[in-house]
């Protein structure tokens, strides 16, 4: 017993050096002052893994969805350290539109070293109305509050019963990565700098209008929508 504290103890200490670490490394990227050209990326995220190859999300997938959440270049196990964070935004569909987005984070760890980092563009569908409260709460994380599977990648497969669909594109092959553990959570001080105040995500989704800098993220989505209701008809 007393060598399991002992083992659980030293196992804290390390995960908080850990994080400390990559603090000093720079892994988290300046946040309010880049929240601008941050959405301009999510934009370009989109464009790239909805194009019109097919290889990635097609439009009936986003049509499909209740939420999208974009997280361009998030850093997977940078800087030496196996810690994984992004930022970026989350928009739900609120009837025939989509909200305007809210600021969020995404946060992946391990106590692990490793040599290097990769740079990953990802886009997350919730395809559940019922997990939308959870999602937008101050903590959701994979593994306990959803499963979740890659939707491309050499991860992909094809899970029927799958609610989280996440898709991913970096240079060269893209594998994937282990999802669980990996926690979406909001970005307070990302929100404050689009909507000048302190907001919940809940209450952006849910009531807020999106500010001038936002619009083409909600945009894109919406085009998205309308291209594949043209589609079908």
């Given at each position: 017993?007393?060598?399991?504290?002992?083992?659980?103890h030293?196992?804290?200490?390390?995960?908080?050096?850990?994080?400390?670490?990559?603090m000093?490394?720079?892994?988290?990227p300046?946040?309010?002052?880049?929240?601008?050209?941050?959405?301009q990326?999510?934009?370009?995220?989109?464009?790239?893994?909805?194009?019109?190859?097919?290889?990635?999300?097609?439009p009936?997938?986003i049509?499909?969805?209740d939420?999208?959440?974009?997280?361009?270049?998030?850093?997977?196990?940078?800087?030496?350290?196996?810690v994984?964070?992004?930022?970026?935004?989350?928009?739900?569909?609120?009837?025939?539109?989509?909200?305007?987005?809210?600021?969020?984070?995404?946060?992946?760890?391990?106590?692990?070293?490793?040599?290097?980092?990769?740079?990953?563009?990802?886009?997350?569908?919730?395809?559940?109305?019922?997990?939308?409260?959870?999602?937008?709460?101050?903590?959701?994380?994979?593994?306990?509050?959803?499963?979740?599977?890659?939707?491309?990648?050499?991860?992909?497969?094809g899970?029927?019963?799958?609610?989280?669909?996440f898709?991913?594109?970096?240079?060269?092959?893209?594998?994937?990565?282990?999802?669980?553990?990996?926690?979406?959570?909001?970005d307070?001080?990302?929100?404050?700098?689009?909507?000048?105040?302190?907001?919940?995500?809940?209450?952006?989704?849910?009531?807020?209008?999106?500010?001038?800098?936002?619009?083409?993220?909600?945009?894109?989505?919406?085009?998205?929508?309308?291209?594949?209701?043209?589609?079908?008809k």
């Amino acid at each position: 017993m007393q060598t399991t504290r002992l083992i659980s103890h030293k196992n804290m200490r390390t995960a908080q050096v850990v994080l400390t670490l990559a603090m000093a490394a720079g892994i988290r990227p300046a946040a309010a002052e880049d929240t601008p050209s941050r959405v301009q990326k999510a934009v370009a995220v989109l464009n790239k893994l909805t194009d019109s190859s097919g290889h990635d999300i097609t439009p009936q997938q986003i049509a499909s969805a209740d939420c999208v959440a974009v997280i361009p270049g998030f850093k997977k196990g940078a800087a030496v350290v196996g810690v994984s964070f992004g930022r970026g935004f989350i928009s739900c569909r609120n009837g025939d539109n989509w909200s305007a987005p809210a600021a969020v984070t995404l946060e992946g760890g391990s106590v692990g070293v490793q040599i290097g980092g990769e740079t990953i563009d990802i886009v997350i569908l919730s395809l559940d109305k019922d997990r939308r409260s959870k999602l937008l709460s101050d903590r959701f994380t994979i593994g306990s509050d959803a499963s979740a599977a890659w939707g491309n990648g050499k991860s992909a497969h094809g899970d029927p019963n799958a609610k989280i669909l996440f898709f991913g594109r970096t240079k060269g092959a893209f594998a994937g990565f282990d999802l669980d553990g990996t926690s979406l959570k909001p970005d307070d001080s990302g929100d404050k700098a689009l909507y000048g105040k302190p907001i919940k995500n809940s209450e952006i989704v849910e009531s807020a209008s999106a500010p001038t800098v936002a619009q083409p993220l909600v945009s894109k989505l919406t085009s998205l929508v309308h291209s594949e209701s043209a589609s079908g008809k």
